[in-house]
T-cell receptor, first 111, second 113 residues
Framework: DAKTTQPPSMDCAEGRAANLPCNHS???????VYWYRQIHSQGPQYIIHGLKNNETNEMASLIITEDRKSSTLILPHATLRDTAVYYCIVLSQGGSEKLVFGKGMKLTVNP | NAGVTQTPKFQVLKTGQSMTLQCAQD?????MSWYRQDPGMGLRLIHY???????DQGEVPNGYNVSRSTTEDFPLRLLSAAPSQTSVYFC????????????FGSGTRLTVV
């Protein structure tokens, strides 16, 4: 599975959109991009995933570039409860179930 | 639905002791996994299962055993605890199919002294 690169941390003002970048330049055609987050010592929480089209659910939107080498997770109206470590993971469907979490990116939402 | 339930939440073991971390899910999920998380690190996969009777090793399997006799339960056994196994352990499960992410339990914090 391809590796991902995320900045170590980011700040965002409460109520503003948080745009979390992820680079996955070695992604292959059958690999999906998954996003999870972990709020202070809790178990990780699944947010969203996508292959090549943009995706949206009740939590967030996922924008994947046309060449699929990078993506952006968008939290449209960040709240203090969105402060967490966010993990961008690339995983091939139908292959191994081995999520590789890496160190993720700490998002701090400030009042 | 209770989701993914892990017990105990906290445990202190002496070096050399054995114990079983319990994980149960009531969502009829086929896939289940065990991860450990050390301070300041991401999660690392220990063992996983794609269905009852089927298990496989992850990234850090040494010192741990698993079995999957039912869809609901996926216990993790520490055979002879070592201080290096001090960690937070998370169990996770998901449905079969490409459209689903994993649901994680709240974790077991284990200290080996």
């Amino acid at each position: 599975d391809a590796k991902t690169t995320q900045p170590p941390s980011m700040d965002c003002a409460e109520g503003r959109a948080a745009n979390l970048p992820c680079n996955h330049s070695t992604i292959s055609g059958n690999e999906y991009v998954y996003w999870y987050r972990q709020i202070h010592s809790q178990g990780p929480q699944y947010i969203i995933h996508g292959l090549k089209n943009n995706e949206t659910n009740e939590m967030a939107s996922l924008i994947i570039t046309e060449d699929r080498k990078s993506s952006t997770l968008i939290l449209p109206h960040a709240t203090l409860r969105d402060t967490a470590v966010y993990y961008c993971i690339v995983l091939s469907q139908g292959g191994s179930e081995k999520l590789v979490f890496g160190k993720g990116m700490k998002l701090t939402v400030n009042p | 639905n209770a989701g993914v339930t892990q017990t105990p939440k906290f445990q202190v073991l002496k070096t050399g002791q054995s114990m079983t971390l319990q994980c149960a899910q009531d969502m009829n999920h086929e896939y289940m996994s065990w991860y450990r998380q050390d301070p300041g690190m991401g999660l690392r996969l220990i063992h996983y299962s794609v269905g009852a009777g089927i298990t496989d090793q992850g990234e850090v399997p040494n010192g741990y055993n698993v079995s999957r006799s039912t869809t609901e339960d996926f216990p993790l056994r520490l055979l002879s605890a070592a201080p290096s196994q001090t960690s937070v352990y998370f169990c996770a499960s998901r449905r079969t199919g490409s459209h689903y992410g994993y649901t994680f339990g709240s974790g077991t914090r284990l200290t080996v002294v």
